[in-house]
């Protein structure tokens, strides 16, 4: 595994990220109206409601940390899409370039999207709401890994289908992690509470608000 060849394929979809209008409305405009959408609905829960805090809490801080899962699995599946729409497979199969540095540079795109997003949207929601994401310290740092690693594992199982049926199962791309969503936010209530481990993304957004969602507001 050489370093220069992932950096490469890096650069490469850093340079597509930067040209591509498709990529940039993806990493700020879709999430700066969810924060708006939702941050609206949460404030007017909070003003005709007493006790809505909890509500706005889970709003916000689902929508923010929501964005990590969604960079990691888009930059997976897209890019292996990108990649089939423009039959760019052999050329890169025939290039020096292994499986797992390709793979790895997937990942790594998905880190450095995911930061950006996360820090434009809790930035918009901390201008706009006061709902200031970063008093969760450095304890937001598992929570990244966490999610992080449940977007990859999503995208390389929707990748993976795609890969074995062809372009024609494409929209499993975005509706698997909308799914994937509904799983972690609203299975515990309609499946009960002793399926709460079903999906992990439930523990990790159950944890983040019953350990430190007082300290958010």
């Given at each position: 595994?050489?370093?220069?060849?992932?950096?490469?394929?890096?650069?490469?979809?850093?340079y597509l990220?930067?040209?591509?209008?498709?990529?940039?409305?993806?990493?700020?405009?879709?999430?700066?109206?969810?924060?708006?959408?939702?941050?609206?609905?949460?404030l007017y829960?909070?003003?005709?409601?007493?006790?809505?805090?909890?509500?706005?809490?889970?709003?916000?801080?689902?929508?923010?940390?929501?964005?990590?899962?969604?960079?990691?699995?888009?930059?997976?599946?897209?890019?292996?899409?990108?990649?089939?729409?423009?039959?760019?497979?052999?050329?890169?199969?025939?290039?020096?370039?292994?499986?797992?540095?390709?793979?790895?540079?997937?990942?790594?795109?998905?880190?450095?999207?995911?930061?950006?997003?996360?820090?434009?949207?809790?930035?918009?929601?901390?201008?706009?709401?006061?709902?200031?994401?970063?008093?969760?310290?450095?304890?937001?740092?598992?929570?990244?890994?966490?999610?992080?690693?449940?977007?990859?594992?999503?995208?390389?199982?929707?990748?993976?289908?795609?890969?074995?049926?062809?372009?024609?199962?494409?929209?499993?791309?975005?509706?698997?992690?909308?799914?994937?969503?509904?799983?972690?936010?609203?299975?515990?209530?309609?499946?009960?509470?002793?399926?709460?481990?079903?999906?992990?993304?439930?523990?990790?957004?159950?944890?983040?608000?019953?350990?430190?969602?007082?300290?958010?507001?």
């Amino acid at each position: 595994m050489k370093l220069h060849r992932i950096f490469a394929v890096v650069l490469r979809y850093l340079y597509l990220f930067k040209h591509s209008l498709d990529r940039l409305s993806d990493a700020f405009y879709w999430p700066t109206i969810d924060i708006l959408l939702w941050g609206l609905t949460s404030l007017y829960f909070q003003k005709f409601t007493p006790d809505a805090s909890i509500v706005v809490l889970v709003l916000m801080s689902g929508i923010l940390l929501w964005l990590i899962v969604w960079r990691g699995q888009y930059e997976i599946t897209v890019n292996i899409l990108e990649d089939l729409w423009n039959k760019n497979l052999i050329n890169i199969f025939v290039s020096p370039l292994k499986f797992s540095e390709w793979v790895l540079s997937f990942f790594i795109i998905g880190i450095v999207k995911a930061i950006v997003s996360l820090i434009f949207a809790s930035l918009l929601a901390f201008f706009l709401y006061k709902f200031n994401l970063y008093l969760y310290g450095f304890y937001l740092i598992p929570y990244f890994i966490l999610l992080i690693t449940t977007g990859w594992w999503v995208g390389c199982l929707v990748a993976g289908t795609i890969l074995r049926f062809g372009t024609r199962i494409q929209t499993l791309a975005s509706p698997f992690a909308v799914f994937s969503s509904l799983l972690s936010s609203f299975h515990s209530s309609t499946l009960g509470a002793e399926s709460s481990s079903f999906h992990p993304n439930q523990l990790y957004f159950r944890g983040f608000a019953r350990g430190f969602g007082k300290r958010l507001f």
